[in-house]
């Protein structure tokens, strides 16, 4: 069974550019996290959804970062305009929260570089 | 606030060997599971065991195991017969009753010395 998948593994652009970052979780499961992984901050979660549905975004850090899920197996996070201090690594992660107790899977995440 | 805390950046061991990672947690709920994942280089996040907080019965997972200690909000992870692919980051992590955002510790960088 395949994990989470996630585009790109690694993306380097430029300062006021736009990112995407796509993500598609394990087959069958219905909640789906954003994470960012820095130094400084260590890992912080972005947005999750339930069901396709954006439940808390309260880590999304401004108005540039926006996620969406369109369907059951695919995610995006948008960074418009990207700037130096968002590069990081960005994980994607789902689970199957009634019967495999909330364990969440990542997968193998975006390390994006804005120059 | 729900926090999980580990208190030791960096550990090392000899290959072979046995050795122990601490985490502590802070919350004042009474239903919650816990985590431990592995960061190796390549960063990927893979999750190591896992223990849910109503079960007395400490989990296992080959080499791995941890000691859960409810009331004094502790949860380390046993690594035995520890081998050169064990070292890595190791994250602690817990869901917290009624949410499902994973609250992260600090880290520990396991070295394992040949």
């Known amino acids: 069974d395949a994990g989470v998948i996630q585009s790109p593994r690694h993306e380097v652009t430029e300062m006021g550019q736009e990112v995407t970052l796509r993500c598609k979780p394990i087959s069958g499961h219905n909640s789906l996290f954003w994470y960012r992984q820095t130094m400084m901050r260590g890992l912080e979660l972005l947005i999750y959804?339930?069901?396709?549905?954006?439940?808390?975004d309260s880590g999304m850090p401004e108005d540039r970062f926006s996620a969406k899920m369109p369907n059951a197996s695919f995610s995006t996070l948008k960074i418009q305009p990207s700037e130096p201090r968002d590069s990081a690594v960005y994980f994607c992660?789902?689970?199957?929260?009634?019967?495999?107790?909330?364990?969440?899977?990542f997968g193998p995440g975006t390390r994006l570089l804005v120059l | 606030a729900q926090t999980v805390t580990q208190s030791q950046p960096e550990m090392s061991v000899q290959e072979a060997e046995t050795v122990t990672l601490s985490c502590t947690y802070d919350t004042s709920e009474s239903d919650y599971y816990l985590f431990w994942y592995k960061q190796p280089p390549s960063r990927q996040m893979i999750l190591v065991i896992r223990q849910e907080a109503y079960k007395q019965q400490n989990a296992t997972e080959n080499r791995f195991s941890v000691n859960f200690q409810k009331a004094a909000k502790s949860f380390s992870l046993k690594i035995s017969d520890s081998q050169l692919g064990d070292a890595a980051m190791y994250f602690c992590?817990?869901?917290?009753?009624?949410?499902?955002?994973?609250?992260f510790g600090q880290g520990t960088r396991l070295t394992i010395n040949p």
């Open positions: 992590a817990s869901v917290f009753q009624g949410a499902q955002k994973l609250v």
């Open positions: 992660a789902s689970s199957l929260v009634r019967t495999d107790g909330k364990t969440q899977y």
């Open positions: 959804f339930n069901n396709n549905v954006p439940i808390d």
